[in-house]
């Protein structure tokens, strides 16, 4: 079968990621609308009446039935417009613009620390099973994946910020204005949510490269009279790099979702707290927003790993 | 008190040692000077900055930096005094005569007059999206009668219009900024006459306003401008403090306050609010359309506890909506209710219920929520109750049970107070208030006490109906108060001159930095 051309591959994952972009705002708004509580009685106040809060209702629109409601919505996204808060009056694709780089920090500085820490921890278990080493890796792997990213926060915070005054305890710093500083107020929350990724990097690397290192052609490698860092370095590595795309492509979307909660804990104002405060509020605009722009990020992220996965191992039908 | 626990101990010793380190509010030290940039952590967003349109009492933290108000409060009494209006008078009950200051500007350089005053009192009280139309239900008209003065002709006599007039509809928007602003929104774009201007607001993340170089009050403010960082997480709020990366939190919470003061460089003030935690009741339908029923409830809660148990102590034990240091507070009416469990059965079994009676409350899901209804649920089963909680987060739970579906028979949740005490009872003790979840009916004496304590202006007057309307609203136990809250502010040792406020709302007029 002849090869696509990567340009028409890409397109027509696009394409299939409409409908996904579809459901899940169309799931999000209908998930808004079912839940009790009303952005109107928040909108008219302490002091607020029956008939204000149904005035309210008016004003903006709320009255108007749910599918009209959603298709407004829609209508001014494909104009490019993801509209406005309702409390506020602040665009949300300005809100949006703001916190991602914060959130987009956190998550690269924790995929960073995940992969350089996880990966070394990988081989090495990997190099000897069973040995004193891979246990103790093993240890600390379950370790990571058990400890819940935000008391591991709190503790840092309590540890590294207020006890020996290292780095700042809360807030975010912008990266064009000053990478230092913004790195240094976006490390604790990375390292928080690294040590699930490094966790879960360690384990599933020595995973597979145990797998490519007991199959027969590594037998026959080794009784070439290849040494053991050629036959890790040339062909187990590469071997396992496909797993590797496939587990980094998981671990980012898994890691945006962490922000949630980490970025409450750190008073960042990201993606993660921009959405708590949209869900708590019922501003349905900056929830639609925010899953909006999470779905495409999910959707690129995996296209990009599905092609890294493809270059490296030709064998994978795009 | 004759048993003291170690907790209240340590209590007053650091209270004392605070006293005599940091020589609490009543001994500013130094001479206060300019320049510095206030860091402060503020637990939300606000709803908007245009005071007309927004809707949450959290503005106010914000609203009162930029906007300047007709008249002013006493921090310790909430007592009405001159703000903007440099005097005001009743020349007959309908008709309210306000003398505005001279030489007063707006942040971008138009006069602040009579007109100007005008403009703000019509659009706050007929404005579609305005939020205070019925702050100002009484007002049928402003006219200007001078260049700096203006005659409100009511409709009733409203003598809580100038306390009103301390709140968001005495702050005067420049009517200019409002022309020139699309559709009249300046909610972004905030233009007042306070000790501040705007400068920025990034929505949950900052605000930046500076010092108002022509602000009226001589010398004031203090610092070079103010930044909040918003942040709802109030342990992280704290954190940011102890850490040093902001000066001053309010809304402290009181489990929090231990933690904090363990830090050597963080002072806290603390000062009684009308913050008040209590059970709001639907006396429409079962069980409490039985008032005996509504008085067991209330002789069931051992409010001294509560205090102490659920809030560090850090609170007024509540027997109605005021609490002692306001210029309305009755003495007689806090005697209504002691704790009274055996009081409470006897009633209860009056009432019918001898076995017990289950009662269904809406409450919230947060961990402080938790711990209250917890105290609360064992209180009740002393008494013969047998308390059951659906809870739900804020906005649900209260559209919920004040809303159309009447869900619980009461919810535990809390009043913020309001500048004059005639608002607070209006708004939830009349037959279609929205605070008063069944819109039950309200003996015909309560609501013309509540229309007198609106009549006189004299406050000899104006306390004696408040009197009257608190012992209606008390001895038919429509409401089950628990507790003021404390006003909890930290704040690291540069912050200098902050007083805390009866109103709970956080007012940084005399504050200064140590540099």
């Known amino acids: 079968m002849a090869r696509r051309s990567p340009t028409r591959v890409i397109g027509g994952r696009l394409l299939q990621a409409l409908p996904v972009i579809l459901l899940a705002t169309f799931m999000v708004f209908a998930l808004l609308k079912l839940v009790p509580g009303d952005i109107a009685v928040t909108l008219a106040g302490d002091n607020a009446t029956d008939a204000r809060i149904t005035e309210i209702r008016k004003i903006y629109g709320l009255d108007r039935p749910f599918l009209v409601q959603y298709g407004a919505w829609l209508a001014n996204v494909v104009q490019g417009d993801l509209s406005q808060s309702l409390l506020t009056g602040e665009k949300v694709a300005t809100s949006i613009s703001r916190a991602f780089p914060n959130t987009l920090l956190i998550v690269a500085i924790a995929l960073v620390l995940a992969l350089v820490t996880g990966i070394p921890m990988g081989v090495i278990a990997a190099i000897k099973p069973d040995g004193w080493v891979d246990k103790t890796v093993s240890m600390i792997a379950s370790l990571g994946v058990a400890i819940p990213g935000f008391w591991l926060a709190m503790i840092l915070v309590a540890e590294i910020s207020l006890k020996l005054n290292w780095l700042p305890a809360t807030g975010a710093k912008s990266f064009s204005v000053s990478p230092i500083e913004a790195i240094r107020h976006a490390l604790l929350p990375g390292i928080a949510i690294a040590a699930y990724g490094m966790a879960e990097v360690a384990r599933q690397l020595r995973g597979s490269l145990l797998e490519v290192l007991s199959s027969q052609y590594v037998r026959t490698l080794h009784a070439k009279g290849l040494s053991m860092t050629r036959i890790l370095w040339q062909h187990g590595l590469k071997n396992v790099s496909v797993n590797l795309f496939t587990i980094i492509s998981i671990l980012v979307n898994r890691m945006l979702a962490a922000t949630v909660v980490i970025e409450a804990v750190f008073a960042i104002p990201g993606l993660g707290s921009l959405i708590v405060r949209g869900a708590i509020q019922r501003d349905f605009p900056i929830v639609q927003g925010v899953v909006f722009t999470m779905v495409i990020v999910v959707i690129l992220v995996n296209l990009i790993a599905d092609l890294l996965c493809a270059a490296v191992d030709p064998r994978i039908e795009q | ?498 007083r805390p406020n009866l109103l709970g709302k956080p007012k940084y007029d005399d504050v200064w930095l140590e540099s």
Not at chain 2, 99 to 121: M, Y
Not at chain 2, 199 to 205: I, L, R
Not at chain 2, 420 to 443: C, E, H, I, Q, W
């Open chain 2, 1 to 498: 008190m004759t048993q003291t626990t170690r907790r209240e101990v340590m209590a007053l010793i650091s209270g004392a040692l605070a006293g005599a380190t940091l020589g609490g509010p009543a001994f500013a030290q130094g001479t206060p000077k300019r320049g510095g940039i206030l860091r402060i952590s503020a637990p939300a967003n606000p709803s908007s900055l245009d005071p007309a349109t927004g809707g949450a009492g959290s503005d106010h933290a914000f609203l009162f930096t930029m906007y300047d108000t007709l008249t002013e409060w006493d921090f310790e009494t909430l007592k009405p005094k001159p703000g903007l209006a440099e005097s005001w008078s009743f020349s007959d009950p309908t008709t309210l005569v306000l003398n505005i200051r001279s030489g007063v500007t707006f942040h971008d350089g138009t006069p602040l007059d009579a007109e100007a005053v005008k403009f703000n009192l019509e659009r706050n009280k007929s404005d579609p999206k305005s939020n205070i139309k019925a702050d100002l239900a009484a007002m049928e008209s402003a006219a200007v009668t001078g260049p700096l003065q203006v005659t409100l002709k009511l409709s009733t006599p409203d003598a809580a219009l100038p306390g009103i007039l301390s709140d968001r509809a005495g702050m005067m928007v420049s009517p200019a900024a409002v022309k020139a602003s699309a559709a009249g929104n300046v909610a972004r774009t905030p233009v007042g006459a306070g000790a501040y201007t705007f400068v920025s607001w990034a929505d949950g993340e900052k605000i930046v306003i500076k010092r108002n170089e022509k602000y009226w009050k001589p010398n004031r403010p203090y610092p070079d401008g103010i930044e909040f960082s918003i942040i709802p997480e109030l342990t992280t709020g704290s954190r940011s403090v102890t850490a040093g990366q902001n000066d001053l939190m309010y809304q402290l919470p009181p489990r929090q306050k231990a933690i904090v003061e363990r830090a050597s460089n963080i002072k806290i003030f603390n000062g009684p609010t009308l913050y008040v935690f209590q059970i709001f009741l639907n006396w429409a339908k079962p069980p409490f359309d039985n008032i005996k029923v509504r008085q067991a409830f209330n002789f069931a809660i051992d409010r001294e506890t509560f205090v102490k148990a659920a809030l560090a102590g850090l609170a007024e034990p509540a027997y109605m909506n005021l609490p002692k240091a306001h210029w309305a507070y009755d003495k007689s009416v806090a005697g209504l209710y002691p704790h009274d469990p055996d009081k409470a059965k006897k009633l209860l079994t009056e009432a019918g219920f001898k076995d017990g009676l289950p009662i269904e409350l809406v409450g919230y899901p947060d961990q402080d929520s938790v711990q209250r209804q917890e105290i609360l649920i064992e209180q009740f089963r002393k008494a013969g109750m047998n308390v059951r909680f659906l809870n739900a987060p804020i906005a649900e739970a209260s559209a919920a049970f004040f809303g159309a579906e009447k869900r619980g028979s009461g919810i535990l949740a809390a009043w913020t107070g309001r500048p004059d005490p005639s608002l607070t009872y209006s708004l939830m003790f009349t037959k279609d208030a929205y605070y008063n979840g069944g819109r039950g009916a309200v003996p015909p004496e309560l609501e013309a006490a509540i229309k007198e304590s609106r009549a006189s202006e004299d406050i000899e007057l104006r306390r004696k109906a408040f009197a009257t309307v608190q012992r209606l609203v008390m001895e038919n136990a429509f409401v089950a108060p628990l507790a003021f809250q404390f006003e909890l502010v930290a704040m690291n040792k540069k912050v200098q001159g902050y």
